[in-house]
């Protein structure tokens, strides 16, 4: 589904990814491990076109390497940011319905499946997001980039800044959500919950993808578990 061949980003004279290449099948949940400043975020913003980049980037078997943001989403691909990011001077209903501004059909039935999945979204749908706790902020921004219905789901950080309960029901949806085989890329701080929920990983170091594999594997590699499974 999604082919990164040569990825290669540049901040300034800082080289933060180098020429890096994996790939996403369809129904497959991948995520990439790695410390702070490894190259996690970088990977994600620049599949989503919000940053330059060089290298090629296809997606279903189209070129998407020189898209804006906004045809990237159109395609399938929707990212829900590090930090959240919800309209917050607007409520929680009005945040739902961004995400579906691309889609021309009735958008009920996903928003209803958005509320089943987030029941406290409904609670609140007329609350504006700006009110909400983090976790419910984080709730309504993976309801958001789900109402875009996307082939590819971006989940960027979903557990930062929340208490271990919120943890616990996001990783609940991310778990129904890969039963669901939507096909999604994660990267996330606690590496033992990303390879819990996932299928194959990617470890990236500097820049660079330094080891990849199924997650059981990489779960159960002497070197992953002392560098960021805290054992």
Same mark, same amino acid.
């Given at each position: 589904m999604l082919k990164v061949n040569k990825l290669d980003v540049y901040y300034g004279n800082i080289h933060a990814i180098k020429e890096i290449n994996f790939h996403v099948e369809e129904g497959e949940t991948i995520c990439l491990v790695?410390? !702070?400043?490894?190259?996690?975020?970088?990977?994600?913003?620049?599949?989503?076109?919000?940053? +330059?980049?060089?290298? @090629?980037?296809? *997606?279903?078997?189209? !070129?998407?390497?020189?898209?804006?943001? !906004?045809?990237?989403t159109a395609l399938g691909i929707a990212q829900v940011p590090e930090g $959240? $990011?919800? *309209?917050?001077?607007?409520?929680?209903?009005? !945040?739902?319905?961004?995400?579906? *501004?691309?889609? @021309?059909?009735d958008n009920t039935k996903i928003l209803n499946r958005i509320y089943q999945m987030f029941p406290i979204l409904e609670e609140r749908k007329n609350q504006l997001a700006g009110t909400l706790s983090g976790g419910e902020q984080q709730m309504l921004a993976m309801g958001r980039a789900l109402?875009?219905? +996307?082939?590819?789901?971006?989940?960027?950080? +979903?557990s930062m800044g929340l208490s271990p309960l919120y943890v616990e029901k996001i990783f609940k949806v991310i778990e129904m959500l890969r039963e669901e085989k939507i096909t999604m890329l994660l990267v996330e701080q606690n590496a033992n919950l990303a390879l819990e929920v996932s299928d $194959?990983?990617?470890?990236?170091?500097?820049? @660079?993808i330094v080891k990849e594999g199924s997650?059981?594997?990489?779960?159960?590699? +002497?070197?992953?578990?002392?560098?960021?499974?805290g054992e």
């Open positions: 790695g410390a !702070n400043g490894a190259g996690k975020t970088t990977t994600l913003q620049s599949i989503s076109g919000l940053i +330059p980049k060089s290298g @090629k980037l296809e *997606f279903m078997g189209k !070129n998407i390497s020189k898209l804006k943001a !906004n045809q990237i $959240r $990011r919800v *309209f917050t001077g607007l409520s929680v209903y009005d !945040n739902l319905h961004l995400g579906s *501004f691309l889609i @021309k059909e109402m875009s219905r +996307p082939k590819l789901l971006l989940l960027d950080e +979903p $194959r990983a990617y470890v990236l170091e500097t820049g @660079k997650a059981k594997e990489l779960k159960n590699d +002497p070197t992953i578990k002392t560098a960021y499974l």
